[in-house]
């Protein structure tokens, strides 16, 4: 059986998804205040979702931070456990300008001066 997502972006979840998609990941540090959960998507630079076409189910997202002119990263980037096996990663991550250059550990946002991303 095939499972389809939609992505999205902008679209800011409710706070009960982000609890149950944060939770489900294990990231207790962000559930513990729930109500900053919408605040800081709502604050980001840019914001992702994925949801399964079958139930609506947030199933990822994904959300960059930065000063808005040089700088911007991805603060964070979550799967739910169900859907890991599907590659949500790199669609959600696609329009968020920011790219990984040689250190692995280290984003950027692409712009002048920096070459194109292979």
């Known amino acids: 059986m ?3 997502f939609t992505f ?3 679209l800011v979840p409710s706070q009960q ?3 149950d998609l944060y939770t489900s990941v294990g ?3 962000y559930t513990d205040h729930p109500e900053n959960l919408v605040p800081m998507c709502t604050g980001s630079l840019y914001l992702a979702v994925a ?3 079958a139930t609506g189910r947030l199933a990822g997202l994904v959300r960059a931070v930065g000063d808005g002119v040089s ?3 991805i603060q964070d980037l979550l799967i739910n456990p169900d859907s890991q096996k599907y590659a949500l990663g790199p669609p959600l991550t696609m329009g968020s300008g920011c790219f990984f250059v040689d250190n692995p550990h280290f984003l950027g946002q692409r712009g ?3 070459p194109p991303v292979a």
């Open 2 to 4: 095939n499972t389809a």
């Open 51 to 53: 949801r399964e076409d």
């Open 17 to 19: 998804e982000l609890v």
């Open 112 to 114: 002048a001066g920096h």
């Open 27 to 29: 990231w207790s540090a």
């Open 71 to 73: 700088t911007s990263y």
């Open 8 to 10: 999205s972006v902008g």
